[in-house]
Every structure is written in C-alpha cells, then in structure tokens.
C-alpha cells in the first residue's frame, strides 16, 4: 500500500505540475480551479462516481467515452476538461483527486494561500469564527484560509494544523493527559 501511495502521488505531482505550467501560460487558473473543484464536487456527491474513476474494470476508451458527456453536463471545459481526458486516456484516473489537491497545492503556494484546519467540537457562532481566523492571520499571514470542521469526540476546546504544525489543547486531550499520569501515580 505504501509503496502504490508514492508512486501515486509522483506522478500526480507531474501531472498537476503540467496543468499548472500550461494554466498559467494560458492565463487560465482561475478557470481551471472552479472547473476541477465542480468536478471534485460530483466525484463528493455520488458514490458511483467515485467507483467509476477507481475501477480498473473500465477501460481508457470506456472512460472517455462517459466521462465526456458527463463534463458537458456539468460545465467542465477547456484545460480542465483535457486535462480530464488526458488523464482517462493514460489509465490515471485512479488518481485524479490526489492530482487535484496537488494542483490545488501549487495555486496556494503561487498565491501566498496558507490553509489552516480548525477543529472545534461544535459549530462557533459567528463572532467566535471571526475571532479564530483574525488570530490565524496574525500567525499564518494574509493569506490564511480557515477549513472549519466539527468533531464533537474531542468534548471542547480546539485543534489547529497548519502544515505538519499542529496545536492541541483540546479538552480530550487534556483529559487523557490527566488519565495517563492518574495510571503512573496509581
């Protein structure tokens, strides 16, 4: 599995880097963006889908052959939607969504974007959220952006990941902290 994983994720790299390259000569990041989100939207949305691009029962021509219609439909075209097929074609549309957030990856690091991942046990209000992402631009810059998500498991408090940098002061954390030296004293 691991050995897949990294052979995966290098020529994902390769491919997100040549859609990259070509987007940006071509003035046509900001189009390419929506287009493979709105694609990386369908792929969320329907369980079939995702069978679909994974499934090495298809063949290339089989999946060009569908997958162009569907693109039609949901408003995928230009760069995007070569880039789709290009992808059908050579057999690598296993690996679509890691060439996705890879590409996504070069966009953000072109534009200065910092991706903060907040995790909170319930939903803040609106002032508490403000406060959260006024505090990450203090830390992370301008371009922070904030991936709110909602785990109740860790009781209160909340989780920050900036990269491979991540503060816990959750409250479960706490409390297995409090656990685990209960059972050295004990």
Known sequence: MVAVQSITSSFSGRYATALFDL???????????????????LLDAHEDMQHFVRSPVFSAEDQVKALQPILDKIGVKGLAQKFLLLVATQRRLFAVRQMVKAFRQLV???????????????????????????????????????????????????????????????????????????????
């Open 23 to 41: 987007a940006k000569e071509t003035g046509s990041v900001d189009a390419v963006v929506a287009d493979l989100a709105t694609f990386d939207a």
């Open 108 to 186: 953000d690091q072109e534009r200065g974007v910092v991706h903060a991942t907040v995790t909170l046990a319930e939903t803040p209000s609106s002032k508490a959220l403000d406060a959260i992402k006024a505090s990450l631009k203090d830390v992370a810059g301008a371009g922070a952006e904030i991936d709110l998500e909602i785990d109740p498991e860790i009781i209160g408090g909340i989780i920050v990941q900036i990269g491979s940098k991540m503060v816990d002061s959750s409250l479960r954390t706490k409390l297995n902290g409090i656990r685990t030296a209960m059972k050295e004293v004990g």
